[in-house]
């Protein structure tokens, strides 16, 4: 029996596609957790400003009392859109990861959550502290 070398282990597919899912989750969980929030609070503060700026800057349109109340309850319907997204996109992930693991009982080898986080952050390589590629 012969004693491979550490640069003739065998490509490890399972291996490999677990580190792109953490890298791809580390991905989403950041963007959620930081860049998205973030974002839509200064929009949804200068939304709110607009209105009483429409007196002081020449270019906006003069905003009366149901204007106002208009422009209101659409910062508000955007917001309710953006958190209801945002809880479906994290149902889905989860629903992917139950479909994942089901299928791992039965023996077969799907990665449905992989494709739903590749098709929320983009293609994913696996970050070298997670996956020690066996040909490096």
């Known amino acids: 029996m012969a004693i491979q ?15 792109c899912v953490r890298t791809a989750l580390k991905r989403y969980n ?3 957790q930081q860049i998205r929030p973030a974002a839509l609070t200064l929009l949804t503060l200068a ?5 009483w700026l429409s007196n002081v800057v020449p270019w906006l349109p003069k905003f009366t009392g149901p204007d106002i109340l208009v422009w209101y309850v659409g910062i508000v319907v955007v ?7 945002q809880r479906l996109r994290t149902m889905q992930i989860r629903l ?3 479909h994942d693991l089901l299928h791992r009982i039965a023996g077969e ?16 390589d696996p970050d070298p502290e997670i996956y020690r590629s066996p040909r490096a």
Do not use: H, N
Not at 5 to 19: I, L, V
Not at 79 to 85: D, G, K, N, R, T
């Open 109 to 124: 080898e799907e990665d449905e959550v992989l494709m739903e986080l590749v098709a929320e952050v983009g293609p994913v």
């Open 79 to 85: 917001l309710v859109y953006a958190s209801l997204e």
């Open 5 to 19: 070398d550490d640069d003739e282990k065998p490509f490890d597919q399972r291996a490999y596609t677990e580190a």
């Open 47 to 51: 939304a709110c400003v607009v209105p």
């Open 96 to 98: 992917a990861r139950m």
């Open 30 to 32: 950041r963007s959620r």
